[in-house]
């Protein structure tokens, strides 16, 4: 089989810290090459490379193209040999319809004159490929992080790139999401479409993969027949060691019997006045991982957001934290009642990303880091420090900029920010959204430790395991509505979650 990419000897550092060293391996033409490695591995620093994003001069080593020696000075540059990378951070526009996103820069036309039924006639028939019920005319903007990625990977299909690399592709899809792009690439692979597919999910990488490359702090470790290969296998290369799958909360801690928050009749409208939340009311209590489930699009997102002060719409309903009435409009004003969000979107809603990773812990805590208006340096560092050290965060240095980690680090990072202010109401959206196992593992623990700790943790996923192994009760929504509760979770199955998700009948009942 021909070669289609050949990485010989590639290494790169970042300001003397190497990112990748050594790296030899091939992808050949046509088949489905799994990247996998924990975060920090070096994954995303190989594939920007490919795209040109570091072009040529600013690593040593050879990349060769189709057997010819690529010498990229930008995206355009790899984009014009045929290489469309979508990477973690979507590049959309925000502010532009979804089609003028999908064909931005290829806009159907004549003598300067867009054709925007055309436009949007495209971008629909590429969208009902890859479901989710995208309207081509919406914002882009508007659109969960979920929707926003089905979007990216069909303006990368639209182009008809001949090798197509794929960062987390999955990671914000529910399982029919990610099975239909599945489905997707197979037929792209039997059109002789190039695959490289970095994922987090081990059993999509054994579905649809014809090799793996496992990357370990910057170096490869190997190259493997994906067939034989289990998802233990490839832990075992990734992180040096055996890792136990994430176990259910066998005994939880003892609840205050007053709820630490209490939702009734809780409705939330988008700014165009669509329903995203409908008369949700539910309980949790302190000490408690209350999961809430559901398919993408099912308002989970929406609620969080809400009751968070967060949502641009209108919202209707009542709260009470610790019994005392809430009317929270703004999340300054949620952090001054002890409620804290990890967003899906961590990107974008919670990390500032031209700020230091110190800075970036501490930002939620300055009232309490402060003196006279002054926040306190020495003790803002060693609370920075103490949390980096505590999650296991790897960073060159608190004087980092968020934007150069990982994303796994990233996401301890945005949950981190929170645990100097204690809060009592953590909301978690996501939150091992695109992290590796190991990370994966540590969050889930911190998790665990928030909530013996007596917190309240209402945590949405799309995971059903992480769902089952974390949750004490389990909320399942439907088209924004509460379909099903389980305050049992002894006996609940992935396909209990699931036939909630999508029942026909959503009830609304108290959790």
């Known amino acids: 089989m021909d070669v ?5 000897s590639i290494t790169k550092e970042f300001a003397g810290i190497p990112a990748l060293r050594d790296v030899t391996f091939d992808v050949r033409a046509g088949e489905v090459h ?11 620093t190989l594939i920007r490379l490919l795209g040109g994003a570091w072009p040529a001069g600013s690593y040593a080593g050879d990349l060769h193209v189709h057997g010819e020696r690529a010498a990229f000075r930008s995206v355009r540059d790899a984009e014009r040999a045929g290489i469309a990378v979508i990477h973690q951070e979507l590049a959309l526009v925000p502010g532009m319809s979804v089609a003028e996103n999908l064909l931005l820069g290829r806009e159907p036309g004549r003598r300067g004159i867009v054709d925007r039924r055309q436009m949007r006639e495209v971008a629909a028939a590429q969208l009902d490929v890859l479901g989710g019920g995208i309207d081509p005319s919406g914002d882009v903007g508007a659109l969960g992080v979920g929707r926003q990625q089905l979007v990216a990977i069909a303006k990368a299909l639209v182009r008809n790139a001949r090798i197509l690399v794929l960062d987390e592709p999955t990671s914000a899809l529910t399982d029919t999401g990610a099975n239909a792009l599945l489905d997707i690439l197979r037929t792209l692979r039997s059109r002789g479409v190039t ?20 990357l370990r702090d910057g170096e490869r470790v190997g190259t493997w027949d994906a067939e034989p290969l289990s998802a233990a296998d490839i832990v075992r290369e990734m992180v040096g060691r055996d890792v136990a799958p994430a176990a ?24 165009d006045g669509a329903a995203r939340v409908r008369d949700v009311s539910f309980e949790a209590h302190r000490g408690e991982v209350l999961g809430v489930a559901g398919l993408m699009g099912s308002g989970r997102s929406e609620l969080l957001l809400s009751l968070f002060g967060a949502w641009p719409g209108t919202v209707y309903g009542d709260m009470w934290i610790d019994g005392v009435p809430a009317a929270i409009r703004r999340p300054v004003e949620a952090v001054a009642r002890g409620m804290a969000l990890v967003a899906e979107d961590r990107r974008r809603q919670g990390l500032i990303l ?13 009232r309490g880091l402060s003196r006279g208006g002054f926040v306190r340096r ?9 949390l980096v050290d505590r999650l296991a965060v790897r960073t060159p240095g608190l004087a980092t900029p968020v934007r150069e980690l990982s994303g796994g680090n990233q996401q301890k990072v945005a949950v981190g920010k929170w645990l100097l202010t204690r809060p009592s109401v953590l909301l978690l959206d996501e939150p091992t959204r695109g992290v590796d196992v190991g990370a994966k593992a540590e969050i889930h623990d911190l998790v665990r430790g928030l909530a013996d700790e007596g917190a309240a943790v209402i945590m ?34 992935e396909a209990d979650i699931v036939a ?5 009948s959503p009830t609304a009942g108290a959790a």
């Open 248 to 271: 259910r909360r066998v005994v939880a801690p003892a609840s205050d019997d007053r709820p630490a928050l209490s939702v009734r009749a809780w409705s939330v409208l988008s700014p």
């Open 460 to 493: 949405v996923s799309s995971e059903a395991p992480e769902i089952m192994a974390l949750s004490d009760r389990v909320l399942v929504m439907r088209e924004g509505a509460v379909s099903a509760t389980f305050d049992d979770v002894d006996g609940l199955t």
């Open 354 to 366: 031209g700020m230091s990773v110190g800075h970036n812990l501490t930002l939620a805590a300055l």
């Open 378 to 386: 020495g003790r803002d560092a060693d609370e920075a420090r103490g």
């Open 195 to 214: 695959i490289i597919y970095i994922s987090h999910r081990l059993d999509e990488v054994l579905d649809i993969a014809d090799r793996v490359t496992v």
């Open 500 to 504: 909630a998700a999508i029942s026909q």
């Open 34 to 44: 799994a990247l996998c490695g924990e975060n920090g591995a070096g994954k995303s």
């Open 4 to 8: 289609a990419i050949r990485f010989q």
